[in-house]
């Protein structure tokens, strides 16, 4: 069986997929970009305030379905310019105990949904 998970703290699908899916003990978390729920408004300021904003709206779905950073197992990042790879990696890192991180793979791409510069998915355990 599985569960979808929703939450309004974190902004709403822009096409045919749930933020995320329950199954079992597991969560597969559909990618994030830095949308803020509230005002529906993309946040691409600085690459550091994009970024955060990612990691708040995983930090919502992952509070929708009883879990923390502390659950997550993998993650994926896709980014628009690799010369942005250490400022995404520091604001990533703040959200995660070094010692517990997740497996984690990290990939330039040609172009992400609304031009973003980064765009975070997840998966976590319970």
Do not use: H, W
């Not at 609304?114 to 997840?122: D, F, G």
């Amino acid at each position: 069986m599985k569960k979808i998970i929703f939450t309004e703290k974190a902004p709403a699908p822009i096409g045919p997929y749930n933020q995320a899916v329950l199954s079992g003990n597991t969560l597969y978390a559909s990618g994030q970009i830095a949308i803020n729920p509230e005002s529906g408004e993309l946040v691409t300021d600085n690459i550091n305030d994009e970024t955060n904003q990612v990691m708040k709206n995983i930090a919502a779905i992952l509070e929708a379905a009883d879990m923390t950073f502390e659950n997550v197992v993998k993650s994926t990042i896709f980014i628009m310019d690799m010369n942005n790879f250490g400022a995404i990696n520091t604001v990533y890192g703040s959200y995660f105990n070094e010692k517990t991180a997740p497996a984690r793979e990290t990939v330039q791409v040609a172009c992400l949904p609304k031009n973003v510069n980064v765009e975070i998915s997840i998966i976590a355990v319970q």
